[in-house]
């Protein structure tokens, strides 16, 4: 049972994603802060799956196959619903589009690279973005249901536009590193 944990959590982000959308359903204050708490706990099981994996010794191939497509999910559906009832709008749906068509492209990139044993590895700068991007989610889920003196959609807005920018290094140095390998 030990080894199947941090699969579970991982499986707990996917499991998650219904209920993120059903939140943004919910009229007034609680919806937003349903939608974030579910965030939030999608965000703890993310550390938690990969952090027990690997200190218990039990790093499996459904886990490293799992775990970045739940986070991929996971965005994805947040950006989306955000998108969709205009907590993201205007010029920040921009960064929006940018971070949903990079995990799209890495994603086949490391699918491609993989059949021919090419590992594509996690840059320092990608973890930064994936910082960034949860913020700008987290304070963007929130939005107008934070208190006053929290300017949730501001900070929301600059972290998803600095996501954003950060995404486009990161996928034109993915890009670049996995050119090289493609005939």
Known sequence: MKNQIPNLLTLSRIIVIPALVASFYIDGPVGNWIGF???AFAGVTDFFDGYLARSMN?????GRFLDPIADKLLVAAALMMMVAFERIAGLAVL???VIMCREIM???LREHLAELKVPLPVTVLAKWKTTA????IGFLLVGDASPDMIPSILIGDILLWIAGIVTVQTGYIYLRTGLKHLD
């Open 58 to 62: 039990v790093v499996s191939p459904l």
């Open 133 to 136: 991007q949860i913020l700008a």
């Open 106 to 108: 890495v994603s086949g």
């Open 37 to 39: 708490a579910l965030f």
């Open 95 to 97: 960064p929006a589009v």
